[in-house]
């Protein structure tokens, strides 16, 4: 089954900067948007950052200025720069993905950052 597989996260202390990946366990076709998620303790799951395979890209309120997505479409890579952090950025990042060729949306398994206060 394919997967996505996250990497980069970490403790950082506020103010402090990561870089998230994402990549696929193997080539998935016709991948429209990716998008980065998070899941803090206690709370949903909540969009961060998006960004079609047009380049249109979609933020979080709360991330806007200090994260930034982007992706290779030619690796189907994904990332997320994620720069002045704080703690309420503490959470478990998942990577997500659609495709045309699929009624299923791709997830990897996450990556925990962590802010501490």
């Known amino acids: 089954q394919v997967q996505l597989v996250e990497s980069g996260g970490g403790l950082v202390q506020p103010g402090g900067s990561l870089r998230l990946s994402c990549a696929p366990s193997?080539?998935?076709?016709?991948?429209?948007?990716m998008g980065w998620y998070r899941q803090a303790p206690g709370k949903e799951r909540e969009l961060v950052a998006a960004v079609t395979s047009g380049g249109s890209l979609n933020y979080a309120d709360s991330v806007k200025g200090r994260f930034t997505i982007s992706r290779d479409n030619a690796k189907n890579m994904l990332y997320l720069q994620m720069n002045n952090l704080k703690p309420e950025d503490t959470a478990v990042y998942y990577c997500?993905?659609?495709?045309?060729?699929?009624?299923?949306?791709?997830w990897g398994q996450g990556t925990q950052v962590t802010v501490p206060s």
């Open positions: 193997r080539v998935i076709f016709g991948i429209n948007s």
């Open positions: 997500n993905a659609d495709s045309v060729y699929s009624d299923n949306l791709f």
